[in-house]
Protein backbone atom coordinates (compact mmCIF):
# COMPACT_ATOMS: atom_id res chain seq x y z
CA UNK A 1 0.00 0.00 0.00
CA UNK A 2 1.67 3.39 -1.22
CA UNK A 3 1.52 6.10 1.51
CA UNK A 4 1.41 9.32 0.63
CA UNK A 5 1.08 13.07 1.90
CA UNK A 6 -2.13 15.16 0.94
CA UNK A 7 0.68 17.59 -1.34
CA UNK A 8 1.00 15.21 -3.45
CA UNK A 9 -2.52 13.71 -4.32
CA UNK A 10 -2.35 15.29 -7.80
CA UNK A 11 0.55 12.64 -9.05
CA UNK A 12 -1.70 10.04 -7.35
CA UNK A 13 -4.97 10.23 -9.63
CA UNK A 14 -6.79 6.85 -9.78
CA UNK A 15 -4.59 5.15 -7.00
CA UNK A 16 -5.19 3.08 -4.23
CA UNK A 17 -3.47 4.89 -1.25
CA UNK A 18 -2.98 5.37 2.34
CA UNK A 19 -3.09 8.72 4.26
CA UNK A 20 -2.40 9.41 7.95
CA UNK A 21 -3.47 12.38 9.26
CA UNK A 22 -6.15 14.08 11.60
CA UNK A 23 -10.14 14.73 11.16
CA UNK A 24 -10.68 18.46 10.30
CA UNK A 25 -14.37 18.66 9.58
CA UNK A 26 -17.36 16.56 9.19
CA UNK A 27 -20.70 15.83 7.77
CA UNK A 28 -22.86 14.10 6.92
CA UNK A 29 -25.62 13.38 4.06
CA UNK A 30 -28.22 10.33 4.61
CA UNK A 31 -25.95 7.50 3.74
CA UNK A 32 -22.52 9.53 3.15
CA UNK A 33 -20.52 11.48 5.38
CA UNK A 34 -17.61 13.98 4.03
CA UNK A 35 -14.83 13.72 5.83
CA UNK A 36 -12.04 16.76 5.30
CA UNK A 37 -9.00 15.00 6.31
CA UNK A 38 -5.66 17.23 7.02
CA UNK A 39 -1.93 16.14 7.22
CA UNK A 40 -0.01 18.72 7.88
CA UNK A 41 0.41 19.50 4.08
CA UNK A 42 -2.67 19.92 2.92
CA UNK A 43 -6.65 19.39 3.37
CA UNK A 44 -8.37 16.61 1.36
CA UNK A 45 -12.12 15.92 1.58
CA UNK A 46 -12.92 11.87 1.91
CA UNK A 47 -15.57 10.85 0.83
CA UNK A 48 -17.54 7.68 2.84
CA UNK A 49 -20.61 5.69 0.77
CA UNK A 50 -22.20 3.20 3.29
CA UNK A 51 -22.98 1.11 0.62
CA UNK A 52 -18.97 0.85 -0.54
CA UNK A 53 -17.77 -0.35 2.89
CA UNK A 54 -18.08 -2.51 5.51
CA UNK A 55 -20.37 -2.32 8.66
CA UNK A 56 -17.12 -2.00 11.38
CA UNK A 57 -16.07 0.79 8.74
CA UNK A 58 -19.47 2.83 8.72
CA UNK A 59 -19.78 2.46 12.69
CA UNK A 60 -16.23 3.89 12.84
CA UNK A 61 -17.16 7.05 10.46
CA UNK A 62 -20.17 8.08 12.20
CA UNK A 63 -18.43 7.63 16.21
CA UNK A 64 -15.80 10.07 14.28
CA UNK A 65 -14.97 13.06 16.22
CA UNK A 66 -12.82 16.26 15.51
CA UNK A 67 -9.43 16.01 15.59
CA UNK A 68 -8.82 12.02 15.84
CA UNK A 69 -6.12 10.93 14.13
CA UNK A 70 -6.85 8.36 11.77
CA UNK A 71 -5.45 6.37 8.59
CA UNK A 72 -7.79 6.07 5.72
CA UNK A 73 -6.96 3.68 2.73
CA UNK A 74 -8.96 4.94 -0.52
CA UNK A 75 -8.72 5.31 -4.30
CA UNK A 76 -7.86 9.38 -5.29
CA UNK A 77 -10.70 10.76 -8.22
CA UNK A 78 -11.45 14.38 -9.31
CA UNK A 79 -14.22 15.61 -8.22
CA UNK A 80 -17.10 14.67 -10.42
CA UNK A 81 -18.16 18.67 -10.94
CA UNK A 82 -15.16 20.24 -10.92
CA UNK A 83 -11.25 19.84 -10.51
CA UNK A 84 -11.13 18.70 -6.68
CA UNK A 85 -9.33 16.08 -5.80
CA UNK A 86 -10.92 13.35 -3.26
CA UNK A 87 -10.45 9.77 -1.93
CA UNK A 88 -12.82 7.61 -2.02
CA UNK A 89 -12.88 5.93 1.45
CA UNK A 90 -12.22 1.99 1.44
CA UNK A 91 -11.46 1.78 5.55
CA UNK A 92 -10.47 3.36 8.46
CA UNK A 93 -8.41 2.94 10.92
CA UNK A 94 -8.75 4.96 14.19
CA UNK A 95 -5.09 6.01 15.66
CA UNK A 96 -6.24 7.91 18.60
CA UNK A 97 -9.60 9.28 19.73
CA UNK A 98 -10.59 12.89 20.45
CA UNK A 99 -13.45 13.37 22.95
CA UNK A 100 -14.97 17.01 23.32
CA UNK A 101 -12.28 18.85 21.18
CA UNK A 102 -12.57 22.24 23.02
CA UNK A 103 -12.30 24.52 20.12
CA UNK A 104 -15.28 24.07 18.00
CA UNK A 105 -17.34 25.78 15.22
CA UNK A 106 -18.93 28.12 17.02
CA UNK A 107 -17.28 31.59 17.22
CA UNK A 108 -14.12 32.14 19.94
CA UNK A 109 -12.68 35.37 20.87
CA UNK A 110 -9.38 36.11 20.37
CA UNK A 111 -8.04 35.48 23.97
CA UNK A 112 -9.32 31.99 24.27
CA UNK A 113 -7.50 30.91 21.18
CA UNK A 114 -4.64 32.21 22.65
CA UNK A 115 -5.02 30.47 25.73
CA UNK A 116 -5.63 27.24 23.93
CA UNK A 117 -2.79 27.97 21.34
CA UNK A 118 -1.46 24.32 21.38
CA UNK A 119 -4.84 23.38 20.07
CA UNK A 120 -5.55 26.08 17.85
CA UNK A 121 -2.30 25.67 15.54
CA UNK A 122 -4.48 22.91 14.10
CA UNK A 123 -7.03 25.43 12.33
CA UNK A 124 -6.41 26.59 8.77
CA UNK A 125 -5.49 30.00 9.66
CA UNK A 126 -2.38 29.53 11.70
CA UNK A 127 -1.35 26.86 9.92
CA UNK A 128 -1.29 28.95 6.86
CA UNK A 129 0.51 31.79 9.12
CA UNK A 130 2.73 29.60 9.69
CA UNK A 131 3.81 27.88 6.29
CA UNK A 132 4.02 31.80 5.46
CA UNK A 133 6.47 32.21 7.86
CA UNK A 134 8.28 29.19 7.11
CA UNK A 135 8.76 30.31 3.61
CA UNK A 136 9.82 33.66 4.53
CA UNK A 137 12.51 32.24 6.50
CA UNK A 138 13.71 30.00 3.54
CA UNK A 139 13.43 32.87 1.13
CA UNK A 140 15.68 34.95 3.45
CA UNK A 141 18.29 32.24 4.04
CA UNK A 142 18.54 31.37 0.32
CA UNK A 143 18.60 34.47 -0.81
CA UNK A 144 22.09 35.20 1.79
CA UNK A 145 23.36 32.02 0.17
CA UNK A 146 23.37 33.32 -3.49
CA UNK A 147 24.61 36.79 -2.43
CA UNK A 148 28.03 35.63 -0.70
CA UNK A 149 26.68 36.10 2.84
CA UNK A 150 27.89 33.49 5.21
CA UNK A 151 25.77 32.65 8.54
CA UNK A 152 27.21 34.11 11.63
CA UNK A 153 25.16 33.18 14.92
CA UNK A 154 25.83 35.71 17.42
CA UNK A 155 25.17 35.35 21.26
CA UNK A 156 21.93 35.49 23.11
CA UNK A 157 23.66 36.76 26.43
CA UNK A 158 25.11 39.50 25.66
CA UNK A 159 26.97 42.63 28.09
CA UNK A 160 26.02 45.39 26.70
CA UNK A 161 22.86 47.08 24.68
CA UNK A 162 22.44 47.57 20.89
CA UNK A 163 19.24 49.24 20.99
CA UNK A 164 17.75 51.05 23.75
CA UNK A 165 18.94 50.39 27.41
CA UNK A 166 15.57 50.73 28.94
CA UNK A 167 14.17 47.31 27.26
CA UNK A 168 16.59 45.17 28.05
CA UNK A 169 15.63 41.93 29.85
CA UNK A 170 18.35 41.30 33.03
CA UNK A 171 19.61 37.89 33.50
CA UNK A 172 22.41 36.92 35.96
CA UNK A 173 25.39 34.93 34.26
CA UNK A 174 27.03 33.24 37.25
CA UNK A 175 28.65 36.14 39.30
CA UNK A 176 27.97 38.63 36.01
CA UNK A 177 25.15 40.73 35.58
CA UNK A 178 24.08 39.66 31.84
CA UNK A 179 21.25 40.43 28.98
CA UNK A 180 19.15 39.21 26.85
CA UNK A 181 19.50 40.27 23.12
CA UNK A 182 17.82 42.49 22.06
CA UNK A 183 20.26 42.20 18.19
CA UNK A 184 23.24 40.42 16.83
CA UNK A 185 24.35 43.44 14.88
CA UNK A 186 26.95 44.36 17.05
CA UNK A 187 28.89 40.52 16.81
CA UNK A 188 28.12 40.87 13.07
CA UNK A 189 30.30 43.79 12.75
CA UNK A 190 32.87 42.39 14.35
CA UNK A 191 32.26 39.42 11.37
CA UNK A 192 32.08 41.15 8.58
CA UNK A 193 35.91 42.10 8.97
CA UNK A 194 36.63 38.41 8.71
CA UNK A 195 34.23 37.56 5.86
CA UNK A 196 32.97 40.39 4.05
CA UNK A 197 29.24 39.67 4.53
CA UNK A 198 27.30 38.12 7.18
CA UNK A 199 23.81 37.73 8.84
CA UNK A 200 22.38 35.69 11.42
CA UNK A 201 18.79 35.02 12.36
CA UNK A 202 17.13 33.99 15.23
CA UNK A 203 15.29 35.10 18.86
CA UNK A 204 15.56 38.65 20.27
CA UNK A 205 14.34 40.09 23.15
CA UNK A 206 12.57 43.70 24.04
CA UNK A 207 11.47 44.11 27.41
CA UNK A 208 8.71 46.62 26.53
CA UNK A 209 6.06 46.93 28.38
CA UNK A 210 3.41 47.34 25.63
CA UNK A 211 -0.04 45.45 24.70
CA UNK A 212 -0.53 47.07 21.41
CA UNK A 213 -0.94 44.72 18.25
CA UNK A 214 2.59 45.71 17.16
CA UNK A 215 4.46 44.14 20.21
CA UNK A 216 6.05 41.34 21.03
CA UNK A 217 8.35 40.94 24.06
CA UNK A 218 10.24 37.55 22.25
CA UNK A 219 9.98 37.88 18.41
CA UNK A 220 13.00 36.59 15.88
CA UNK A 221 15.50 38.99 14.07
CA UNK A 222 17.34 38.84 10.69
CA UNK A 223 20.60 40.82 11.05
CA UNK A 224 23.20 41.51 8.33
CA UNK A 225 26.01 43.40 7.71
CA UNK A 226 28.41 44.06 4.63
CA UNK A 227 31.98 45.59 4.79
CA UNK A 228 32.71 48.22 1.97
CA UNK A 229 29.04 48.88 1.79
CA UNK A 230 27.08 52.41 2.01
CA UNK A 231 23.84 53.35 2.84
CA UNK A 232 23.09 53.63 -0.78
CA UNK A 233 24.35 50.03 -1.51
CA UNK A 234 22.53 49.15 1.94
CA UNK A 235 19.22 49.82 0.38
CA UNK A 236 19.33 48.55 -2.78
CA UNK A 237 19.70 44.52 -1.36
CA UNK A 238 17.29 45.06 1.07
CA UNK A 239 15.07 46.02 -2.04
CA UNK A 240 16.43 42.90 -3.65
CA UNK A 241 15.54 40.83 -0.60
CA UNK A 242 11.97 41.91 -0.17
CA UNK A 243 11.36 41.35 -3.48
CA UNK A 244 12.51 37.83 -3.49
CA UNK A 245 10.56 37.14 -0.40
CA UNK A 246 7.60 38.42 -2.00
CA UNK A 247 8.26 36.69 -5.37
CA UNK A 248 8.62 33.11 -3.31
CA UNK A 249 5.27 33.54 -1.39
CA UNK A 250 3.76 34.03 -4.10
CA UNK A 251 4.96 31.89 -6.14
CA UNK A 252 4.84 28.91 -3.39
CA UNK A 253 1.81 29.70 -1.23
CA UNK A 254 -1.37 30.07 -3.31
CA UNK A 255 -3.50 27.76 -0.99
CA UNK A 256 -2.02 29.61 2.25
CA UNK A 257 -2.83 33.28 0.43
CA UNK A 258 -6.12 32.02 -0.59
CA UNK A 259 -7.38 30.96 3.34
CA UNK A 260 -6.68 34.10 4.01
CA UNK A 261 -8.39 35.59 1.91
CA UNK A 262 -5.36 38.28 1.11
CA UNK A 263 -5.39 40.22 -1.71
CA UNK A 264 -2.30 40.19 -3.33
CA UNK A 265 -2.73 43.36 -5.98
CA UNK A 266 -0.22 45.51 -4.07
CA UNK A 267 2.40 42.31 -3.33
CA UNK A 268 2.25 41.92 -6.98
CA UNK A 269 3.19 45.40 -7.59
CA UNK A 270 5.96 45.58 -4.77
CA UNK A 271 7.93 42.99 -7.33
CA UNK A 272 7.41 45.29 -10.15
CA UNK A 273 8.00 48.56 -9.23
CA UNK A 274 10.79 50.14 -7.56
CA UNK A 275 10.74 51.36 -3.83
CA UNK A 276 10.13 54.64 -2.57
CA UNK A 277 12.74 56.30 -1.15
CA UNK A 278 12.40 60.01 0.38
CA UNK A 279 14.09 61.97 3.25
CA UNK A 280 12.88 62.36 6.79
CA UNK A 281 12.44 65.92 6.23
CA UNK A 282 9.99 65.46 3.23
CA UNK A 283 8.13 62.59 5.02
CA UNK A 284 7.06 64.64 7.88
CA UNK A 285 6.50 67.14 5.50
CA UNK A 286 3.95 64.98 3.45
CA UNK A 287 2.40 64.00 6.48
CA UNK A 288 1.82 67.52 7.35
CA UNK A 289 1.18 69.16 4.01
CA UNK A 290 -0.35 66.18 1.96
CA UNK A 291 -2.18 64.00 4.46
CA UNK A 292 -3.29 66.62 7.19
CA UNK A 293 -1.88 64.43 10.06
CA UNK A 294 -2.41 66.63 13.53
CA UNK A 295 0.47 67.33 15.91
CA UNK A 296 3.15 66.49 13.63
CA UNK A 297 7.22 66.45 14.93
CA UNK A 298 9.34 67.54 12.48
CA UNK A 299 12.58 66.27 14.24
CA UNK A 300 10.96 63.65 15.81
CA UNK A 301 10.62 59.68 15.34
CA UNK A 302 8.10 58.50 12.65
CA UNK A 303 4.84 57.29 14.44
CA UNK A 304 2.52 54.94 14.04
CA UNK A 305 -0.15 57.08 12.47
CA UNK A 306 2.38 58.80 10.24
CA UNK A 307 4.00 55.47 8.86
CA UNK A 308 0.53 53.90 8.69
CA UNK A 309 -0.43 56.64 6.26
CA UNK A 310 2.48 56.89 4.42
CA UNK A 311 2.02 53.61 3.60
CA UNK A 312 -1.47 54.17 2.67
CA UNK A 313 -0.08 57.06 0.35
CA UNK A 314 2.65 55.62 -1.42
CA UNK A 315 0.82 51.76 -1.43
CA UNK A 316 4.21 50.68 -2.24
CA UNK A 317 7.68 50.16 0.33
CA UNK A 318 9.07 53.02 0.73
CA UNK A 319 12.49 54.07 2.22
CA UNK A 320 12.56 56.84 5.15
CA UNK A 321 15.70 58.20 5.05
CA UNK A 322 18.03 59.85 7.16
CA UNK A 323 16.59 60.54 10.46
CA UNK A 324 17.61 63.24 12.73
CA UNK A 325 20.52 61.55 15.02
CA UNK A 326 18.86 62.55 17.92
CA UNK A 327 16.41 59.52 17.69
CA UNK A 328 18.25 56.70 16.62
CA UNK A 329 21.17 54.56 17.75
CA UNK A 330 24.82 55.15 18.70
CA UNK A 331 26.06 53.25 15.93
CA UNK A 332 25.40 55.00 13.22
CA UNK A 333 27.08 57.25 11.20
CA UNK A 334 25.91 61.00 11.42
CA UNK A 335 26.45 64.08 9.23
CA UNK A 336 25.29 67.71 9.51
CA UNK A 337 22.33 68.76 7.02
CA UNK A 338 21.87 72.13 5.92
CA UNK A 339 19.82 73.23 8.50
CA UNK A 340 22.10 72.20 10.80
CA UNK A 341 20.30 69.40 11.96
CA UNK A 342 22.46 66.31 13.04
CA UNK A 343 21.36 63.31 10.98
CA UNK A 344 22.18 59.40 10.89
CA UNK A 345 22.38 57.93 7.54
CA UNK A 346 20.13 55.39 7.84
CA UNK A 347 16.51 54.51 6.26
CA UNK A 348 13.58 52.52 7.54
CA UNK A 349 11.36 50.48 5.59
CA UNK A 350 7.94 51.36 5.30
CA UNK A 351 5.29 48.98 4.17
CA UNK A 352 2.23 49.52 2.60
CA UNK A 353 -1.30 48.16 4.21
CA UNK A 354 -0.48 49.05 7.75
CA UNK A 355 2.49 46.95 7.60
CA UNK A 356 4.83 49.77 9.16
CA UNK A 357 8.17 49.63 9.84
CA UNK A 358 9.70 46.13 8.57
CA UNK A 359 13.25 46.79 7.99
CA UNK A 360 15.84 49.42 9.84
CA UNK A 361 19.56 49.71 8.65
CA UNK A 362 22.24 52.35 8.79
CA UNK A 363 25.64 52.92 7.41
CA UNK A 364 27.50 52.15 10.93
CA UNK A 365 30.29 54.47 12.56
CA UNK A 366 33.53 53.58 10.98
CA UNK A 367 35.71 55.99 12.48
CA UNK A 368 36.98 55.43 16.10
CA UNK A 369 36.96 58.52 17.90
CA UNK A 370 33.86 59.56 16.42
CA UNK A 371 31.99 56.45 17.52
CA UNK A 372 34.00 56.66 21.53
CA UNK A 373 32.82 60.60 21.54
CA UNK A 374 29.06 59.42 20.50
CA UNK A 375 28.98 56.48 23.16
CA UNK A 376 30.46 58.88 26.16
CA UNK A 377 27.65 61.97 24.70
CA UNK A 378 25.31 59.07 25.66
CA UNK A 379 26.82 58.21 28.76
CA UNK A 380 26.55 54.31 27.93
CA UNK A 381 29.47 52.35 30.46
CA UNK A 382 32.97 53.37 28.06
CA UNK A 383 34.53 50.12 29.09
CA UNK A 384 31.68 47.58 28.17
CA UNK A 385 32.01 49.12 24.11
CA UNK A 386 36.08 48.65 24.01
CA UNK A 387 35.36 45.51 21.81
CA UNK A 388 33.11 47.29 19.73
CA UNK A 389 35.55 49.88 19.72
CA UNK A 390 38.16 48.45 18.51
CA UNK A 391 36.48 46.97 15.19
CA UNK A 392 37.50 50.66 14.09
CA UNK A 393 41.11 50.63 15.49
CA UNK A 394 42.42 48.08 12.84
CA UNK A 395 41.89 48.24 9.33
CA UNK A 396 38.54 50.01 9.94
CA UNK A 397 36.35 50.15 6.29
CA UNK A 398 32.74 51.89 5.47
CA UNK A 399 30.30 49.20 6.60
CA UNK A 400 26.35 48.66 6.32
CA UNK A 401 23.71 46.69 7.58
CA UNK A 402 20.04 46.45 8.68
CA UNK A 403 17.64 44.11 10.90
CA UNK A 404 14.26 42.84 9.29
CA UNK A 405 11.63 41.99 12.18
CA UNK A 406 10.49 38.33 11.01
CA UNK A 407 7.04 38.80 12.32
CA UNK A 408 6.11 42.07 10.79
CA UNK A 409 7.03 40.54 7.80
CA UNK A 410 4.93 38.03 8.46
CA UNK A 411 2.18 40.36 9.34
CA UNK A 412 2.25 42.57 6.11
CA UNK A 413 2.46 39.87 3.68
CA UNK A 414 -0.47 37.66 5.72
CA UNK A 415 -2.03 40.56 6.12
CA UNK A 416 -3.28 39.34 9.79
CA UNK A 417 -4.39 42.50 12.22
CA UNK A 418 -2.45 41.03 15.39
CA UNK A 419 1.13 39.88 15.29
CA UNK A 420 0.77 37.45 17.79
CA UNK A 421 -0.83 35.89 15.49
CA UNK A 422 2.92 35.29 13.17
CA UNK A 423 4.81 33.36 16.00
CA UNK A 424 3.48 29.53 17.06
CA UNK A 425 3.96 30.87 20.88
CA UNK A 426 3.66 34.32 21.06
CA UNK A 427 5.16 35.76 24.24
CA UNK A 428 4.33 39.13 25.56
CA UNK A 429 3.53 40.83 28.78
CA UNK A 430 0.34 38.84 29.05
CA UNK A 431 1.07 34.96 29.84
CA UNK A 432 -0.29 32.77 27.46
CA UNK A 433 -0.41 29.00 29.38
CA UNK A 434 1.15 27.21 26.19
Known amino acids: ?3 INIKDIKSNIGLEVKI ?6 KRSSGRIVFLVLRDGTGFLQCVVEEDNVDVNTWNVVNCLSIESSVSLVGILVKHPKNEEIELK ?3 ILVIGSSKDYPITKKEH ?10 LYLRSKTPWAILRIRDQIFRSITN ?8 RFDSPILQPTSCEDTTQLFEVKYYEEVMYLTQSGQLYLEAGIMSFGKAYDFGPVFRAEKSKTRNHLSEFWMMDAEMAFYDQEMNEDIQEKMVKRIIKDVLDNCELELNILERNTTILERCIKEQFIRIKHKEAKRICKEVLNIQNVVELDDMSTEEEIALGNYFQIPVFIEDYPMAVKSFYMKKYVDMDGVERAKNADL ?4 EGREIIGGSQREDDYEVLKAEIMKRNYPIEKYEWYLNIRKYGSVPHSGFGLGLERMVRWITGVHHIRETIPFPRTTIINKP
Request: no cysteine.
Open 1 to 3: MKV
Open 350 to 353: IAPE
Open 89 to 91: TKS
Open 143 to 150: FFYEEGFI
Open 20 to 25: NGWIYN
Open 109 to 118: GPEFLFENRD
